[in-house]
């Protein structure tokens, strides 16, 4: 059953990142670079600069901990796992991306099992169950699309803490 309720978890949630993860508010002028004309006065969105180590680790379990930040179009989570950890089997609508920062992970999908390592890319298209077990202690990305709007729910730290801390 917990299966289940991670899968719905995982498909529809608040965390509010604070402003201070903004390192640059006020940025260096370069007029003519990166700039296309024709297109300036059609765009309204502005990009945003954060210092990641700013933003806090929300610790899930003794052996889980993770922060995220969410773009229009997508979100970047960073998993810190201690050894032993194990994000189970799931599947949701969004492509995941995953880059692993530093340790090693075994990553389960379809029958098979892959052994990442610090620089190791894996990408799931949407809809393919995986898992992850940390091998040793590992820290990665993980970057998926479209956002995960189920992030932004009141209670989605809650459900995740109940999802994860089942043996």
């Known amino acids: 059953m ?22 640059d508010d006020n940025p260096t002028p370069a007029p003519g670079r990166a700039e296309i004309p024709v297109l300036k006065n ?16 929300v610790k899930i379990t ?51 099992k892959y ?3 610090a620089g190791g890319i894996m990408v799931f298209p949407p809809n393919v169950p995986h898992e992850f077990v940390a091998v040793e202690d590992s820290v990665f990305l993980d970057i998926q699309t479209p956002a995960r709007q189920d992030f932004l729910a009141p209670d989605f730290i809650e ?3 109940k999802i994860l801390s089942v043996k």
């Open 2 to 23: 917990y299966k289940l309720i991670f899968i719905n978890l995982f498909m529809f949630c608040t965390f509010i990142i604070p402003m201070q993860v903004f390192a």
């Open 42 to 57: 059609h765009y309204h969105l502005k990009p945003g600069y954060y210092d990641f180590s700013n933003i806090p680790v």
């Open 62 to 112: 003794d052996n889980i901990g993770f922060r995220f930040i969410m773009s229009t179009q997508s979100t970047m989570i960073e998993w810190t796992l201690k050894k032993g950890a194990k994000l189970p089997a799931h599947f949701h609508l969004n492509e995941q991306i995953n880059i692993v920062e530093s340790g090693k992970l075994d990553a389960f999908s379809d029958g098979k």
């Open 115 to 117: 052994a990442l390592k």
């Open 159 to 161: 459900k995740l803490r």
